[in-house]
């Protein structure tokens, strides 16, 4: 069986995004892009909802062939470019893509069938809508946050319908330069 890998931004106060859905408030750098390219490489499957995935398609694509590509850039970009895509949306219900798998109808139970499936890992990034629908019906394995020392007062809450209790263990915490603070739990 595969394991949902869940990875999010969070405010010290508990929002993956500001009221309007702004992330200009996250801190990123080579450090964090190293620390969670390793654990990316464990994955071969991208679970996204639609917002996101049209973010991460509008740059990784081609990412590592502009002139000024970070490492992490080329190393994402290649493994945007082989890894599996799911995207759980109702307006792309029907399109044919490569390498994508569109999720429109009975995203529980299709999430349910695709971790019954050989291969490595699925891995999320972002995506609050669908992670709080993947948290609350306990399908995701491994949550890593990464607590960036902001508080924003209002936005998108990390965790929402929470239909009961999920006792959590954390495997690991790691503080970067930046002051942010990478939270790594695993269902108890």
Sequence with gaps: ???????????LDGFVAGRNGEMNWIKVDAEIFDYAGNRTDAADTA????????????????????????????????????????????????????????????VVSAIKELKQGDGKEIVIFGSPSIGHLL???????DLWLFVNPILLGEGIP???????????KLVTSHTFDSGVICLHYEKA
């Design 47 to 106: 679970l996204y909802g639609r917002k996101t995935y049209d973010m991460m398609e509008a740059y990784w694509p081609t990412a590592a062939n502009k002139p000024n590509a970070s490492k992490h850039d080329k190393e994402h970009s290649a493994w945007y470019n082989t890894v599996h895509k799911v995207v759980v949306s109702k307006t792309m219900k029907g399109q044919q893509l490569p390498r994508t798998t569109i999720i429109s109808d009975n």
């Design 1 to 11: 069986m595969k394991k949902i890998v869940l990875f999010l931004h969070t405010s």
């Design 135 to 141: 948290v609350s019906e306990g399908l995701v394995d």
């Design 158 to 168: 990390v965790f929402a319908g929470i239909k009961e209790r999920a006792p959590l």
